[in-house]
């Protein structure tokens, strides 16, 4: 919950984060979700940009989210956009200890 309060920057009522911490359970609770920490952030990050962009109704984000986490945050994904994945959660926390 709290990853997605912080990726949100309180742009979206706790109602709405709690709506999409249970669609981000389930997605991430799939046993083909790569299990790592870089994986969980972008998929967040994904999730509430596509409830900012108007998709609200919950079976339909559901849908939505579950597909695009099955076809770029499963565990056999290549190692090129792992490595992608990675590469940009390790600069969000930098970021994140030392703002600029």
Not at 43 to 52: G, K, Q
Request: hydrophobic share 45%; glycine share 4%.
């Amino acid at each position: 919950m709290e990853r997605l309060h912080r990726l949100a920057n309180s742009a979206l009522l706790p109602v709405e984060i709690q709506a999409l911490k249970g669609i981000f359970d389930f997605v991430v609770g799939q046993p083909w979700f790569d299990p790592n920490d870089y994986s969980a952030e972008g998929f967040a990050v994904r999730l509430i940009a596509l409830y900012r962009y108007g998709v609200t109704d919950p079976p339909h984000l559901k849908t939505i989210a579950l597909f695009w986490a099955l076809k770029d945050f499963s565990c056999d994904m290549k190692d090129d956009q792992r490595a992608k994945l990675k590469a940009n959660y390790e600069v969000c926390q930098s970021l994140a200890r030392n703002p600029l």
